[in-house]
């Protein structure tokens, strides 16, 4: 038999739900189905179909797409999605990963101005991990400018390298806009890696989203370092398509941040060389579709 000349990791490639925005969670699901995608990460947030575990159950099943990773609602505009409360927020998440099936809840590290919450995180979320088998993957952040000025916004640290937690997530349009060196932040994180939003920045003072490929963050570095590594957490494209024309540009952004992935995260068997090419910024993926054979079940969300 011959031997493999590409080695490709366990890792699964997921789209997560804000990558359609401002479609909807549902439209998200027939995307990922559509395009190929292993699973989603669902982005809790105002949409009431993202906080509802039976309905994302129902989208799962109709579109035969698993549910990989929770975002718990930690953004600005979620600060009244599922309590006030930034713990029970928490453990909502937890309990929606637990009976969904998967395996990681993101979270941010707190705002400053969140001063008890900021206080007991590190210890929090150790405590939180220690209940459970779902992973709590912890992510990088970035201070937040104006002009010449320095706002930071995050506390223990944006920085999450910086303080000791179990599981990380890394978010390269994150350390684009943070203007921090993306590999020596996963060197930082050593094993303790468990999750990746791929995306692309240019260190613009906004946090870009850009499809892989489109920015200056070592996206083909990275994703080739988890496939020499043998990383085996989810690789999720967490992109900015706000601006597409259409429906059909928005559906070839995500396709192209598929291919991409994939080219990158199959790495050279030992003792081949490489023999691929990179693909261009108009490469999509052939094929890999799941499309819908039935008839969705009875009150399950639509796109």
Request: proline letters at 7%; charged letters at 25%.
């Amino acid at each position: 038999m011959a031997e493999p000349v590409v080695r490709v990791p366990d890792a699964k490639v997921a789209l997560s739900t804000a990558s359609v925005y401002p479609e909807s969670t549902a439209t998200a699901f027939e995307i990922a189905a559509r395009l190929g995608y292993d699973g989603v990460e669902v982005m809790v947030w105002t949409d009431p179909v993202s906080q509802d575990i039976e309905a994302l159950r129902r989208l799962s099943d109709y579109h035969q797409v698993p549910i990989l990773a929770v975002h718990a609602p930690c953004l600005l505009i979620t600060q009244r999605v599922w309590s006030t409360d930034p713990w029970v927020k928490l453990r909502r998440a937890q309990a929606a990963a637990e009976k969904l099936g998967a395996s990681t809840v993101v979270v941010h590290p707190p705002f400053r101005w969140q001063r008890q919450y900021a206080r007991d995180f590190v210890s929090g979320i150790w405590r939180m991990a220690d209940e459970t088998d779902v992973r709590f993957a912890v992510e990088n952040m970035y201070p937040w400018r104006y002009k010449d000025r320095e706002m930071l916004a995050y506390a223990p640290e944006w920085d999450v390298t910086k303080d000791d937690y179990r599981h990380f997530t890394v978010d390269l349009s994150h350390t684009a806009t943070a203007r921090t060196d993306a590999l020596a932040m996963i060197d930082r994180m050593g094993n303790r890696l468990g999750h990746v939003h791929l995306a692309d920045g240019r260190g613009s003072a906004k946090d870009e989203h850009l499809v892989p490929g489109r920015g200056t963050q070592p996206c083909a570095e990275v994703l080739e370092r988890l496939a020499r590594t043998g990383f085996d957490g989810h690789v999720v494209i967490e992109v900015n398509t706000r601006r597409a024309m259409s429906a059909a540009e928005r559906e070839a952004d995500l396709a192209e941040a598929l291919a991409f992935t994939r080219l990158h995260l199959a790495s050279p068997a030992a003792g081949h060389p490489t023999g691929l090419t990179r693909p261009s910024a108009s490469a999509r993926p052939s094929g890999g579709a799941r499309p819908s054979t039935t008839a969705p079940p009875s009150g399950a969300p639509r796109a």
